[in-house]
Every structure is written in C-alpha cells, then in structure tokens.
C-alpha cells in the first residue's frame, strides 16, 4: 500500500521562504517520478513541479519556474519542494503524488493528504 505524507506548510510572509517534504511508503519509491500539486480555494487543483525517479529531470509551472525547486532523497523516500519568494498567489492546499510518467499529470495516482500553505500580504 502506497501512503504518502506532506509536511512543513504553514503561515508566511509574502517574499518569505517554506521547504515541503513527503514521505513515501510502500514498495520501489525510487522508481516513478513524484509530483507537487496545489488547490487553492474555489480552484481546481493544478500541477506546481514534478521530478523523474533519479532526480535527474525536474519541471515546473510558469507560475513558480524560478522560484521553488524540487528535489528527491531516494534514501529517504522523501521529496521536497522548496519554495521561494512567495506571494499571496501561491496560498493553497499542496499535496504530493506519485506518478507513472514525470511529464503526464494524469499519471499521478496515489495523493498525500496535503498540507496548508498560507502566504500574507
């Protein structure tokens, strides 16, 4: 059984810094591409960054391209996504998942359970 768990959101600063990890178990962790995801309210859940299973290949959105940085500890099963300079924007829901193919967001199956990132102007 696959179980993936988010953590460090919280409340922020515009322009200040937070660093999400989630943990994965269950079986071959090193082996499909991990994804980060946001909903903010009253939105449908969008695609934020995603990593292939080495780590050698990550891509983001344009909306965070430049700002947050993805990266993997396949160690650890863990995968993080430090985010910078943020804004207001950027205020939501962020859920990890597991994929099957890095670049296809509908391969994204098995979700965490999320955890709240609020940025204050």
């Known amino acids: 059984q696959v179980q993936l768990v988010e953590s460090g959101g919280g409340l922020v600063q515009a322009g200040g810094s937070l660093r999400l990890a989630c943990v994965g178990s269950g079986v071959n962790f090193n082996r499909y591409p991990m994804g980060w995801f946001r909903q903010a309210p009253g939105k449908e859940r969008e695609f934020v960054s995603s990593i292939s299973p080495s780590g050698g290949s990550s891509y983001y959105a344009d909306t965070v391209r430049g700002r947050f940085t993805i990266s993997r500890d396949n160690a650890k099963n863990t995968v993080f996504l430090q985010m910078n300079s943020l804004n207001p924007d950027d205020t939501g829901v962020y859920y990890c998942?597991?994929?099957?193919?890095?670049?296809?967001?509908?391969?994204?199956?098995?979700w965490g359970q999320g955890t709240q990132v609020t940025v204050s102007s």
């Open positions: 998942a597991r994929g099957d193919i890095t670049t296809d967001t509908r391969s994204y199956k098995y």
